[in-house]
C-alpha cells in the first residue's frame, strides 16, 4: 500500500489533467456515489422492515397476552356486572355502526347538505335517504330523553359541586379562625413517669382486629406495645380470624414475646369467623374482662400509632360525658410510590382535611373510619354494640351512635401511619366495599333515622347530605354524565354538552380536592380522569349495594407490603435480610434447635414471589373502545376540546382495563 504522503506530493507535482481524463474521473466519482446511495438506502429499508417486525411481533404478544388474561377473568362478567358489561357491549357496537355511517356520510358530503333543506331530486340514492331519515329520527326521538337525562345530571353534579365549595370555605373558615377541640385544663397527661400516675389514668382497652395478614402484623404489634400508657392500665387484644395456620403461630409467637416483655397483651382467635370484622369486634367486647374498661382504641393490622396516642386522644374525653369518639387523621407511608398511591394521597387528604375536620366541628357528626379511633366504651354499648349486617360497620355504628345523641371530635393535628393499595385490584375491592356498604346500610338506617328523636336539620343532613349526595348522587353522575352521556351527545349532536360542564367546573372542582395536597398540584389532570374511570367501579358498588346485587356483601382485605417508614422495596428486603441474619443468630428460647433449623430451612428454599399478572377489567376496556371511537366522532364535527376530553378519558380508561397503573404485587 502506498504512503499517502508521497501520493499527495505525486499529486501536486502532476500538471492539470486533461478533460477527457477528467470526465473519466467524474463518470467514476458518480458511480461511486449511486452505489453509496444504493447501500444506504438498503440499510434504512432494513432498519424500517426491523422496526416494523418488532412493531408486529409486539402488537401479536400484547393481543396473544390479553387473550390469554381475557379467558383466565371469563368469570367475572357474571351477574350484574355481566349485564353491565351487555349493556357497554351493546353501546360499543351501536355507536361503531354510527361512526362508520357518519364517515361515509362525511366523505360524500351529506353532512354539509344536512344543514339545508334537501330537495327530493338532490337525494344520491338509498342510504343517502336512509341517511336523512336518521337525522330527522335522531332529533326528534333520541335527542330529547338524551338533553333531559344529561340536564338532571348536570343539575346534580352543580348540587355536588356546591357542596364541595362549601365545605372548602368551612376548612377556610376553620383555619382562618385557628378553631381546634379543647381539652380541659389541666387534663392533658404529660411526658412524666405514667407509672408513678398510674391512678390518674383511666382504663383503655386496645384492639387490633387482622385477618391473614402476614406481612403488617409484627409492626402493629411492636406500636401499640410502646403505646405511653402505664402497664396495669392498659390491655391489647389481637384479634386474629386468619385461616392460615402459618401466620397464627406467627402472630402467636409475636403476642408471647411482648408477654414476656411485661406487656400486658393476649391472642383471640375465633374458631367460627362469622361477620367478618365487626363479628371480631363483637366476639372481642363480649369477654367479661372489658366491663372494667372506660375506652377502647381500635387500630387495623398496617397501623402504627405514635406512643404518644392515648395521651393526645383521651384527654378529650375529659369533662364531656356526650363524647362518644375521637377520631385521629391517617398519614400515609407509600403516598408517594408510584402514581395510583398519589392519586389516592389526594382524595384521602381531602375526605381528612375538609369533610371530616368540617363536619366535626360545626356538626360534631362524621363516619367513623374504622380505625386509628376511640371510643367510650359506653357509647357503644348505647348505640347497640357491633352488628354484622353490612360491611361498613364502622359508618353503621358512628349513624346509631349519632341517632343516640353521642358527639364525635376529628383531630387532624393527631396521625398514625398506615398504608394505601399499591395495586389496582386491591384498591378496586376496597372502593367497591366502601361505596357498596354505605348504600346497604342507607335502606337498613332510613327508618330508624326519620323516626329517631335528634333535630330536623340533623334528620336532613343524614339523609340527603351524608348518604343521598356524598355517597349515591357523586357515582351516578360521574359515570352518567362523563362515560355514558358525554360520548353519546358526539353521535347526537343535538344535545350536545357545554365547554363549562365538560372542562372548566370539572377541573376547578379538582383543583379544590388537590389542595389540601398542595405538593400533587401536577397530578391535577391525571386526578381528573382516573376520578371518572373509577366512577365505574363506584357506581357498579352503589347499584349492588342499594338493590342488593351482585357482591354486595363482598369482604376481600386489603393487600398490604409491609412498610414502616420506608419507601422503597429495597429498603424492605434489607430490613427482611436482616430479621432472617438476626433470627439465625438468636434462636428464642420457647424453640427447640430442631424446630428452628427446620424453619430456617425452609424459608431459604421458599422460592422467590413473582409479580402477578396483569390483569384485564372488560367494563373499563370496553368504556375506552367507546370513548375513543366518540373522540374519532367528534372530529367530524371539529369539537376540539371534547376530542381531547375523550381521548385523554379513553386512554386512562384503556390503561385502567389493562392493569397498567399501580404495582402489580402478589
Given amino acids: 500500500m502506498e504512503n499517502p504522503n508521497q ?179 389541666g387534663e392533658v397527661h404529660g411526658s412524666g413517669d405514667v407509672e408513678a400516675q398510674g391512678s390518674d389514668f383511666p382504663l383503655v382497652l386496645v384492639q387490633i382486629p387482622m385477618c391473614n395478614e402476614g406481612e403488617v402484623y409484627e409492626q402493629s404489634i411492636s406500636a401499640v406495645c410502646h403505646l405511653d400508657w402505664p402497664k396495669d392500665r392498659l390491655l391489647i387484644q389481637i384479634l386474629d380470624d386468619s385461616d392460615e395456620e402459618g401466620i397464627q403461630k406467627l402472630i402467636k409467637n409475636e403476642v408471647s414475646k411482648w408477654n414476656q416483655k411485661g406487656v400486658n397483651i393476649l391472642y383471640r382467635h375465633r374458631f367460627i369467623r362469622t361477620g367478618y370484622k365487626a363479628g371480631n369486634l363483637k366476639a372481642a367486647m363480649a369477654c367479661d374482662y372489658v366491663k372494667d374498661y372506660e375506652f377502647v382504641a381500635i387500630f387495623d393490622a398496617d397501623f402504627q400509632p405514635n406512643p404518644d396516642f392515648l395521651k393526645q386522644t383521651i384527654p378529650y374525653f375529659k369533662g364531656k360525658p356526650d363524647l362518644g369518639l375521637v377520631q385521629a387523621r391517617w398519614a400515609f407511608v407509600n403516598k408517594d410510590e408510584n402514581l395510583l398511591t398519589r392519586l389516592q394521597n389526594i382524595n384521602l387528604c381531602f375526605h381528612f382535611e375538609v369533610e371530616q375536620q368540617v363536619n366535626g366541628v360545626f356538626l360534631n357528626f362524621f363516619g367513623f373510619n374504622g380505625t386509628a379511633g376511640v371510643w367510650r366504651i359506653k357509647a357503644l354499648e348505647d348505640s347497640g354494640g357491633w352488628l354484622e349486617r353490612t360491611t361498613v360497620e364502622d359508618m353503621d355504628i358512628a349513624v346509631r351512635a349519632h341517632l343516640k345523641g353521642w358527639k364525635f371530635i376529628f383531630l387532624n393535628d393527631v396521625k398514625v401511619l398506615c398504608e394505601i393499595p399499591e395495586c389496582y385490584e386491591a384498591y378496586r375491592k376496597q372502593q367497591h366495599r366502601w361505596h357498596s356498604g354505605p348504600m346497604q346500610l342507607f335502606r337498613l338506617c332510613l327508618p330508624d333515622i326519620i323516626t329517631s328523636k335528634i333535630s330536623f336539620w340533623k334528620k336532613m343532613n343524614l339523609i340527603f347530605l351524608f348518604f343521598l349526595l356524598r355517597k349515591l348522587i357523586l357515582p351516578f353522575y360521574s359515570f352518567t354524565l362523563f362515560c355514558i352521556i358525554l360520548p353519546l351527545t358526539m353521535f347526537v349532536p343535538e344535545a350536545e354538552l357545554p365547554l363549562w360542564v365538560i372542562c372548566y367546573v370539572p377541573v376547578f372542582m379538582s383543583i379544590l380536592n388537590i389542595m389540601p395536597a398542595p405538593s400533587s398540584f401536577p397530578f391535577v389532570v391525571p386526578y381528573l380522569l382516573f376520578e371518572n374511570t373509577m366512577s365505574v367501579t363506584k357506581f357498579n358498588a352503589m347499584i349492588s349495594g342499594l338493590f342488593q346485587l351482585g357482591s354486595a356483601y363482598e369482604w376481600v382485605v386489603t393487600k398490604k407490603t409491609g412498610r414502616s417508614s420506608e419507601t422503597d422495596l429495597v429498603a424492605v428486603a434489607e430490613r427482611e435480610s436482616a430479621k432472617m441474619k438476626q433470627h439465625k443468630l438468636h434462636r428464642q428460647a420457647s424453640e427447640s434447635a430442631l424446630e428452628t433449623l427446620s424453619k430456617m430451612r425452609e424459608q431459604e428454599e421458599a422460592p422467590s414471589p413473582k409479580k402477578k399478572a396483569n390483569r384485564i377489567y372488560r367494563n373499563e376496556l370496553a368504556l375506552a373502545l367507546l370513548l375513543l371511537t366518540a373522540a374519532v366522532r367528534s372530529l367530524l364535527s371539529a369539537q376540539g376540546i371534547h376530542f381531547y376530553f375523550l381521548l385523554f378519558q379513553g386512554v386512562s380508561f384503556l390503561l385502567v382495563g389493562l392493569d397498567l397503573i399501580g404495582e402489580q404485587i402478589s
Fill in 7 to 185: 501520493f499527495s506530493l505525486v499529486e501536486i507535482t502532476e500538471p492539470l489533467p486533461s478533460t477527457s481524463s477528467s470526465s473519466s474521473v467524474d463518470e467514476k466519482q458518480r458511480v461511486k456515489n449511486m452505489k453509496q446511495f444504493r447501500w444506504v438506502f438498503l440499510l434504512k429499508i432494513q432498519k424500517a422492515w426491523s422496526l416494523l417486525c418488532w412493531v408486529f411481533s409486539a402488537s401479536f404478544g400484547r393481543l396473544s397476552s390479553a387473550k390469554r388474561r381475557l379467558l383466565s377473568t371469563g368469570n367475572e362478567g357474571r351477574g350484574y356486572k355481566g349485564r353491565l358489561l351487555r349493556f357497554i357491549r351493546g353501546f360499543l357496537v351501536a355507536a361503531m355502526v354510527v361512526l362508520v355511517f357518519e364517515l361515509v356520510a362525511h366523505f360524500k358530503g351529506w353532512y354539509a347538505h344536512s344543514l339545508r333543506v334537501i330537495r327530493p331530486s338532490e337525494i344520491d340514492g338509498f342510504l343517502h335517504w336512509i341517511y336523512l331519515q336518521w337525522l330527522d329520527f335522531r332529533a326528534e326521538y333520541i335527542a330529547r330523553p338524551i338533553k333531559f337525562l344529561s340536564d338532571f345530571c348536570v343539575v346534580l353534579f352543580m348540587i355536588q359541586s356546591v357542596d364541595r365549595v362549601v365545605l372548602c370555605i368551612g376548612c377556610f373558615w376553620i383555619k382562618f379562625r385557628r378553631i381546634k377541640p379543647r381539652v380541659a385544663d
